[in-house]
């Protein structure tokens, strides 16, 4: 079997192409293209490396690193087995090699665990424990890039504002929310509401225009202050800034730079959880009991806007968490004949519709009633 040329593959280590050569095993193991020797192996400088198992890839510890053979006839492996006594010196390299691949694969398994099942379950218990004036503060930073995100000036309208802090104070009342309320309407085509961390709510223009009672918004704001009670927005924002740094650590940018950013987008861009959806829709389901009003006209008023299909998907209160005909389905289950007065005069919704627009809609007895509503000192549960 000395002079017996084998097939096999051989890359000379200065490029990449494949070339096929004979095997010749004498004195020491030659490498042969077209009849001509364009290389030896000494035997003892032979090692295995890394390749399939159906072949046996060979290197030598005398020629260039990336130098490679290989051999894919048994006999021949077998034969070339036989004669290189130190074919495996080294080899343990590889089973390092696979060790840190494996170690490395189960860091990141390890981060993205914590990621999106460790820090959710810490968020639900840190949230209860900020302070009010800390998440304040992280409500006025995640407020610039509200603003920026969606582009809209807050609504100036007078008489329309008077009218919205009017029915925000009568559902504050009704969920006993005891924490100062900020709320304002933007002027945003987009149909969205959606609460901030330390009491910041707002209510869009293209949501407020689609709307076609005032108990349809009220559910719709009753929705948003459940989040406010149950400070969903800063759990949110702690489980976000917690998986945005795991992923910074995993992709190297530890700094933080764009991680604000990031959570704050991520505020308005995703939905509550299951769960967090569920119990502000029961919050508003209750204070809109309270006020003596049926919870029905929300989940109509969801209903219709998801139906039209016009709706951007990632909207906090239209996402489905549940689905809406399912929301739709609770509110109506829960309706009530309104017993209560209601909660805006028709020139009070006129001036609300309108707050984003120049002009009064209000006759002067509808501005005087509004007037009193909202002066201070005439507050009571």
Avoid at 15 to 33: H, M, T
Avoid at 92 to 106: E, G, N, P
Avoid at 160 to 180: N, T
Wanted: with cysteine.
């Amino acid at each position: 079997m000395t002079d017996t040329a084998h097939d096999a593959i051989y890359l000379d280590g200065r490029s990449n192409r494949k070339r096929s050569v004979a095997l010749r095993l004498r004195l020491d193991l030659e490498i042969v293209e077209h009849e001509r020797v364009v290389e030896r192996w000494p035997y003892d400088q032979v090692r295995r490396a890394d390749g399939p198992p159906e072949k046996l890839r060979l290197r030598c510890a005398s020629v260039l690193p990336l130098a490679r053979l290989e051999v894919s006839d048994a006999a021949t492996q077998e034969a070339i087995v036989a004669r290189c006594k130190s074919l495996y010196v080294g080899h343990a390299a590889s089973t390092q090699t696979w060790r840190i691949v494996f170690w490395s694969l189960a860091a990141v398994c390890s981060i993205l665990g914590l990621a999106f099942f460790g820090i959710p379950f810490a968020a639900d218990r840190l949230a209860p424990m900020v302070p009010t004036a800390l998440e304040r503060r992280i409500g006025e930073a995640v407020d610039r890039q509200a603003r920026a995100i969606f582009g809209g000036k807050t609504c100036d309208g007078a008489e329309g504002q008077a009218a919205f802090a009017s029915l925000i104070d009568k559902l504050r009342r009704a969920g006993e929310i005891d924490i100062p309320l900020d709320a304002s309407v933007l002027s945003s085509d987009m149909t969205n509401a959606f609460a901030l961390p330390g009491g910041k709510i707002y209510l869009l223009d293209g949501l407020l225009q689609k709307a076609r009672n005032p108990d349809e918004i009220a559910g719709v704001l009753a929705h948003e202050l459940g989040h406010v009670q149950h400070r969903d927005s800063l759990r949110k924002i702690i489980q976000t800034g917690g998986t945005s740094f795991l992923i910074g650590l995993l992709f190297g940018d530890v700094t933080g730079g764009g991680a604000m950013v990031f959570i704050g987008r991520s505020l308005f861009d995703a939905s509550y959880s299951r769960d967090a959806e569920r119990d502000a829709d029961a919050f508003a389901i209750d204070a809109m009991h309270k006020l003596g009003r049926s919870p029905k006209p929300m989940g109509d008023f969801l209903f219709r806007v998801t139906d039209e299909g016009k709706y951007e998907k990632t909207l906090s209160i239209l996402a489905s968490h549940p689905l809406t005909e399912e929301r739709r389905d609770l509110m109506a289950k829960q309706a009530r004949a309104n017993t209560g007065p209601e909660l805006l005069s028709p020139g009070e919704w006129r001036a609300l519709k309108n707050i984003c627009r120049a002009g009064s809609t209000m006759t002067p007895k509808d501005a005087s009633q509004v007037s009193e509503k909202v002066t201070p000192g005439k507050e009571g549960k």
